[in-house]
């Protein structure tokens, strides 16, 4: 079983940064990749970035792309989502999610553990 834990969420102005980590702990061996939803008041769970096992390969949601890079430091157990030129819209809950395997899938269904989450809140 593995275990996240999500950080760095947090209130920022429109226009503002935020990272958010995300710490992977217990049956860590093997490969798995990570990715990173979001759930805004009233809305499903919707997919940001994934990031594949080596590093090589991410993806992103058409609404982030351009504003946002996932990373994985694999010593760490970590992935990383840098987010930058933050809007209102980007305000929800983050959850970090782990799959097993090497390509990173962008449904949540594929995913087998997931965090707590972190809040990010936007204001205008």
């Known amino acids: 079983q593995v275990q996240l834990v999500e950080s760095g969420g947090g209130s920022v102005q429109a226009g503002g940064s935020l990272r958010l980590s995300c710490a992977a702990s217990?049956?860590?061996?093997?490969?798995?990749?990570m990715g990173w939803f979001r759930q805004a008041p009233g809305k499903e769970r919707e997919f940001v970035a994934a990031?594949?096992?080596?590093?090589?390969?991410?993806s992103y949601a058409g609404p982030v792309k351009g504003r946002s890079t996932i990373s994985r430091d694999k010593g760490k157990n970590t992935v990383y989502l840098q987010m930058n030129n933050l809007k209102p819209d980007d305000t929800a809950v983050y959850y970090c999610?782990?799959?097993?395997?090497?390509?990173?899938?962008?449904?949540?269904?594929?995913?087998?553990?997931w965090g707590q989450g972190t809040q990010v809140t936007i204001s205008s």
């Open positions: 217990g049956r860590t061996s093997g490969r798995y990749c």
């Open positions: 990031i594949n096992w080596s590093g090589s390969s991410t």
């Open positions: 999610g782990v799959q097993s395997g090497t390509y990173a899938s962008t449904r949540e269904n594929d995913y087998n553990a």
